[in-house]
């Protein structure tokens, strides 16, 4: 994939960050504007079976999921459409890529924990989360939405549960810390640092969509995360000579 220049790459040396990995943050900001309504499935099997990396977003009901993925791509709606009558149990896909071509393609999962769901609705519920998170063999990254005023609850530690294997497989994994423009500076630090011991590993980021906070930092994340380093060829093993044999 071509990256063109950002104007912010033609600035004098030394005026901006370097771009991580090659990306800077406008043109991650860029990507992820590209984002697209692809489809909609009550199930997993519905699902197109896909070979770019796809990245789910799931978090409890009212933790700022929606609010996030529009934020982050820059679009009112688009994450909304995932709330309309008939679609909040719905895995809701978006693709991602310049020029029409999908790269990535982000995954809103269904938020959980909503008191008002009947219990048969629940269960059918994490049923088809953890299928999804358990066998989509194209997720690459999991970000799970939590607000720092609540922690983790109960069903977001159920939800770790499921995908450790992955994620000690190798699955990215990023708790996003919504709505840090609640807290305090301390609080955010404490937030930080208590969800980084409980996050096994995995990324964590202060993010707050009124205060334009952690946006350009995740967009990047998760652009590095969609593009991973193509695996270095292994150089075919040499024939060695043959050693000569004792006498
Ligand atoms: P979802 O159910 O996880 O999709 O959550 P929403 O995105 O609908 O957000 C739930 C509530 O939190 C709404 O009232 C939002 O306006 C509010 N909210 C979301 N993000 C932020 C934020 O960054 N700061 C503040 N102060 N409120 C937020």
């Known amino acids: 994939m071509t990256i063109h220049p950002s104007p912010a790459d033609t600035k004098p040396a030394g005026t901006t960050a370097p771009p991580a990995a090659g990306i800077t943050p406008a043109e991650a900001l860029g ?3 590209t984002a697209k309504f692809l489809t909609t499935a009550p199930q997993l099997h519905f699902l ?3 070979t770019v990396p796809e990245i789910a977003f799931v978090g409890r009901s009212n933790a700022g999921k929606s609010t996030c993925i529009n934020t982050l791509t820059q679009q009112k709606q688009l994450a909304f459409a995932s709330k309309k009558p008939g679609r909040t149990q719905h895995i809701n896909l978006f693709s991602l890529g310049k020029q029409g ?3 990535a393609v982000l995954a809103d999962l269904p938020g959980y924990g909503y008191a008002a769901v009947p219990k048969q609705d629940k269960i059918r519920w994490q049923q088809v989360m953890a299928n999804y998170l358990v066998t989509r063999e194209n997720l690459q990254a999991i970000v799970l939405m939590c607000d720092p005023r609540h922690g983790l609850t109960e069903l977001d530690e159920i939800l770790l549960d499921v995908v450790r294997p992955r994620v000690e497989e190798g699955l990215k994994f990023l708790v996003v ?6 807290l305090t500076r301390s609080e955010q630090t404490k937030a930080l640092s208590i969800m980084k011991l409980q996050a096994g590993g995995g990324e964590v980021r202060l993010f707050s969509a009124t205060k334009r906070q952690g946006i350009e930092e995740v967009a990047t994340l998760l652009w590095q995360w969609a593009h991973p380093p193509a695996p270095k060829a292994v150089a075919p093993a040499q024939e060695q000579p043959a050693e000569p044999r004792p006498e």
């Open 31 to 33: 990507w992820m504007h």
């Open 48 to 50: 197109p079976p896909l």
């Open 101 to 103: 071509v999908t790269d």
């Open 177 to 182: 810390l919504t709505k840090a423009d609640k």
